[in-house]
């Protein structure tokens, strides 16, 4: 143990630096959303909640707040479904071309968002999907879909497929076998998978700028359009507000998935 | 929930034939069981116990033939339509339902409720002693507590038929003979039919009224624990069923005895079995037959060097090299008279009737008996 403690020392500050290189960019946008002037500065000299206020008054913030909550929830529920689904049939399933049809559902991860951003645009155009909630659900369960269907398929690969015949055995339907005993196991990949698929969809951008209209702006297109336009510490408490969502999110999971772990 | 008079059912396998692509899992197996009867499925690894369990159970289709319970075709019916109960190798207990809930599952897919389910799993749950354990998750619980509920679990619903596929595989000795003391108790108390597949030969003989030895796929014999030991059919029954001394040869009629010559041998038998003159034999003779040799004019005698004298507590194995260089063992009582040791020679024999003939497939399979193969610790 006594030899270990040096290079153990190493490790915990080499962990702590990552933390802090990671961590700052962050907390250096939380005080200045605070800050009584009308620029950006660092540190602030004086607080104030105006940029908050101004957010939640001026309709093109707050509205592309609730647009982007609207696109998410939706996308969310519809890429754990088909994501679900779809690993289901890459774990269980014996169809031909199996690898490719994974290639092909997991490639949005591998392909430059920018040349799905501008196939998506192209498509949208003949579509008449461009600007609409439908066009950004469609496109944004896209680009979620391959974190469910890792999340799931990891789940499902070491799931003990004797329970499923033990519950059928014991006179459960196929339905209430994936219901009462699947599912339950096989829950926090989906969960996970859906936070995924909500944050993908929430921190969208690339695609969003292509297809997005005056009516139908999500938050971070909204963030872009305003820093390249004028510099205004709205932004900063749009971020600070970005990240409180995300880190809440993060930790119910966290709390959830250790609540989990105590079950089994 | 029901007083049947006859708790347990019927199982007829007919002519059950089950293949994947061009290989053979199991082959043709014919099988009567009978309402409330103890069976169990006999074998190595790969000779279709596991198979015929599962197609009983509803898990794999049949390529042809049928199953029938009580006279009735259940091939075609999906699993959770057979009211047919099962205790999995490694138990499958749901690890997110207490042991409680995990006994009350089948009994909530039957719409039992209430204070007549919790009655039920209570009831259950004493039956394999665990009352109190209800509340405990699967993990919370050792092997053997898992096991019982599984088993719990399995009979709550009050099938007709109970299946066990190696249930006592993963756990130790002692527990393990415990287990199988708790299950023929539980097979008497409830009276149903019950098919267990091991492929430890002792288990077997402890619990079943009946014992069916698979190999490659189809039943080699199907008989009582007795039957089984003191008349296998085949070589293959004689040597996973218990210990066995082996001599090939070929068989002689002699008037109107049945001999075996084989390399430096003429063995006498018991004649029971029709085996055409000059057919490839092996004679079957279990190491409790065997014994030292007094006088010199006995039948069936034959000179061989002790090779190691092992001490068994109740008994003592004497481990032996014929002259042929065939080895071979006898077991005697440990308070037997006479002791030996390490490089004496003796004369060992047996009563004709203590030895058994059966057909020596493997030389026919083969072209040669392999000598070193065929005997076996």
């Given at each position: 143990?006594?030899?270990?403690?040096?290079?153990?020392?190493?490790?915990?500050?080499?962990?702590?630096?990552?933390?802090v290189?990671?961590?700052?960019?962050?907390l250096?946008?939380?005080?200045?959303?605070?800050?009584?002037?009308r620029?950006?500065?660092?540190?602030?000299?004086?607080?104030s909640?105006?940029?908050?206020?101004n957010?939640?008054s001026?309709?093109q913030?707050?509205e592309?707040?609730?647009?982007?909550?609207?696109?998410a929830?939706?996308v969310?529920v519809v890429?754990?479904?088909?994501?679900t689904a779809?690993?289901?049939a890459?774990?269980r399933?014996?169809?031909p071309?199996?690898?490719?049809?994974?290639?092909?559902?997991?490639?949005?991860?591998?392909?430059?968002?920018?040349?799905v951003?501008?196939?998506?645009f192209?498509?949208?155009?003949r579509?008449q999907?461009?600007?609409?909630v439908?066009?950004?659900?469609l496109?944004?369960?896209?680009l979620?879909?391959?974190?469910?269907?890792i999340?799931?398929?990891?789940?499902l690969?070491?799931f003990?497929?004797?329970?499923?015949?033990?519950?059928?055995?014991?006179?459960a339907?196929?339905?209430?076998t994936?219901?009462?005993?699947?599912?339950?196991l096989?829950?926090?990949g989906?969960?996970?998978g859906?936070?995924?698929a909500?944050?993908?969809s929430?921190?969208?951008?690339?695609?969003?700028?292509?297809?997005?209209?005056?009516?139908?702006?999500?938050?971070?297109?909204?963030?872009?359009?305003?820093?390249?336009?004028?510099?205004?510490?709205?932004?900063?408490?749009?971020s600070t507000?970005?990240?409180?969502?995300?880190?809440?999110?993060?930790?119910m999971?966290?709390?959830?998935?250790?609540q989990?772990?105590?079950?089994? | 929930?029901?007083?049947?008079?006859?708790?347990?059912?019927?199982?007829?396998?007919?002519?059950?034939?089950?293949?994947?692509?061009?290989?053979f899992?199991?082959?043709?197996v014919?099988?009567?069981?009978?309402p409330?009867?103890?069976?169990t499925f006999?074998g190595p690894?790969?000779?279709?116990?596991?198979?015929?369990?599962?197609?009983?159970a509803g898990?794999?289709?049949l390529?042809r033939g049928?199953?029938e319970?009580?006279?009735?075709?259940?091939?075609?019916?999906?699993p959770?339509?057979r009211n047919?109960?099962?205790?999995?190798?490694?138990?499958a207990?749901?690890?997110?339902?207490?042991a409680?809930?995990?006994?009350?599952?089948?009994?909530?897919q039957?719409k039992?409720?209430?204070a007549?389910l919790?009655?039920h799993?209570?009831?259950a749950?004493?039956?394999?002693?665990?009352?109190?354990?209800g509340?405990?998750?699967?993990?919370?619980?050792?092997?053997?507590?898992?096991?019982?509920?599984?088993?719990?679990?399995?009979?709550?619903?009050?099938?007709?038929?109970?299946?066990?596929?190696?249930?006592?595989?993963?756990?130790?000795?002692k527990?393990?003979?415990?287990?199988?003391?708790?299950?023929?108790?539980?097979?008497?108390e409830l009276?149903i039919?019950?098919?267990?597949?091991?492929?430890?030969?002792?288990?077997?003989?402890?619990?079943?009224?009946r014992?069916?030895?698979?190999?490659?796929?189809?039943?080699?014999q199907?008989?009582?624990?007795?039957e089984?030991?003191?008349?296998?059919?085949?070589?293959?029954?004689?040597?996973?069923v218990?210990d066995?001394?082996?001599?090939?040869?070929?068989?002689a009629?002699?008037?109107?005895?049945?001999?075996?010559?084989g390399d430096?041998?003429?063995?006498q038998?018991?004649?029971?079995?029709?085996?055409p003159?000059g057919?490839?034999a092996?004679?079957?003779?279990?190491?409790?037959?065997?014994?030292?040799?007094?006088?010199?004019?006995?039948?069936?005698?034959?000179d061989?060097?002790?090779?190691?004298?092992?001490?068994?507590?109740?008994?003592?194995?004497?481990?032996?090299?014929?002259?042929?260089?065939?080895?071979?063992?006898l077991?005697?009582?440990?308070?037997?008279?006479?002791s030996?040791?390490?490089?004496d020679?003796?004369?060992?024999?047996?009563?004709?009737?203590?030895g058994?003939?059966?057909?020596?497939?493997?030389?026919?399979?083969?072209?040669?008996a392999?000598?070193?193969?065929?005997?076996?610790?």
């Amino acid at each position: 143990m006594t030899e270990a403690r040096g290079p153990k020392k190493l490790l915990v500050a080499v962990c702590m630096m990552i933390g802090v290189w990671l961590l700052a960019p962050m907390l250096v946008v939380v005080p200045m959303s605070f800050t009584d002037r009308r620029s950006l500065s660092f540190p602030p000299e004086g607080w104030s909640l105006q940029w908050y206020r101004n957010f939640f008054s001026e309709p093109q913030w707050y509205e592309a707040l609730l647009t982007s909550l609207e696109i998410a929830v939706l996308v969310t529920v519809v890429a754990t479904f088909l994501g679900t689904a779809a690993a289901f049939a890459l774990v269980r399933g014996h169809f031909p071309a199996k690898a490719a049809v994974n290639a092909l559902l997991l490639a949005p991860l591998v392909v430059p968002v920018v040349i799905v951003a501008i196939a998506v645009f192209a498509a949208y155009l003949r579509w008449q999907l461009s600007g609409t909630v439908r066009g950004f659900v469609l496109a944004h369960t896209a680009l979620a879909i391959p974190f469910v269907i890792i999340t799931v398929t990891a789940s499902l690969r070491t799931f003990d497929r004797r329970l499923e015949l033990a519950a059928q055995n014991l006179g459960a339907n196929p339905l209430t076998t994936f219901r009462r005993v699947t599912l339950p196991l096989i829950l926090p990949g989906v969960l996970s998978g859906a936070l995924f698929a909500f944050i993908t969809s929430f921190d969208e951008v690339v695609v969003a700028l292509f297809i997005q209209s005056p009516d139908v702006r999500t938050l971070p297109v909204q963030m872009f359009t305003s820093v390249t336009r004028e510099v205004d510490p709205t932004i900063a408490a749009a971020s600070t507000m970005i990240l409180v969502l995300t880190t809440a999110l993060l930790t119910m999971f966290a709390l959830a998935r250790r609540q989990e772990e105590h079950v089994h | 929930m029901s007083t049947d008079p006859a708790p347990g059912a019927a199982l007829a396998l007919r002519d059950v034939v089950k293949h994947y692509g061009e290989q053979f899992a199991v082959d043709g197996v014919s099988l009567d069981i009978q309402p409330g009867e103890f069976v169990t499925f006999l074998g190595p690894s790969g000779s279709g116990k596991t198979t015929t369990l599962n197609m009983i159970a509803g898990f794999t289709r049949l390529t042809r033939g049928q199953i029938e319970m009580d006279g009735r075709a259940i091939a075609a019916l999906p699993p959770h339509k057979r009211n047919i109960g099962m205790v999995f190798q490694h138990y499958a207990l749901f690890p997110h339902m207490t042991a409680a809930e995990n006994v009350g599952f089948p009994l909530r897919q039957r719409k039992v409720r209430g204070a007549e389910l919790a009655q039920h799993v209570e009831r259950a749950l004493a039956m394999v002693r665990l009352e109190g354990f209800g509340d405990r998750y699967p993990r919370q619980l050792s092997g053997g507590q898992q096991q019982r509920v599984a088993l719990a679990r399995a009979v709550v619903f009050e099938p007709r038929v109970l299946l066990m596929d190696e249930p006592l595989g993963a756990l130790d000795k002692k527990l393990r003979e415990w287990l199988q003391l708790e299950i023929k108790r539980i097979h008497r108390e409830l009276g149903i039919t019950f098919i267990y597949v091991t492929h430890d030969q002792e288990e077997a003989l402890v619990l079943s009224d009946r014992i069916a030895v698979f190999r490659d796929g189809r039943i080699d014999q199907l008989g009582t624990a007795e039957e089984l030991y003191e008349r296998p059919e085949t070589l293959f029954v004689a040597e996973f069923v218990g210990d066995s001394n082996v001599f090939p040869g070929r068989v002689a009629r002699a008037g109107e005895r049945l001999e075996v010559v084989g390399d430096g041998y003429r063995l006498q038998v018991r004649d029971d079995r029709l085996l055409p003159d000059g057919s490839p034999a092996v004679v079957v003779v279990r190491p409790e037959g065997l014994r030292v040799a007094n006088g010199n004019a006995e039948a069936n005698t034959l000179d061989a060097t002790v090779r190691e004298v092992i001490y068994l507590g109740s008994s003592r194995r004497l481990e032996l090299e014929f002259r042929n260089g065939r080895r071979g063992h006898l077991r005697e009582a440990s308070n037997a008279p006479h002791s030996f040791s390490e490089g004496d020679a003796i004369r060992v024999t047996w009563a004709p009737e203590d030895g058994v003939v059966v057909p020596d497939d493997r030389s026919l399979e083969q072209g040669v008996a392999e000598p070193s193969s065929v005997l076996t610790g």
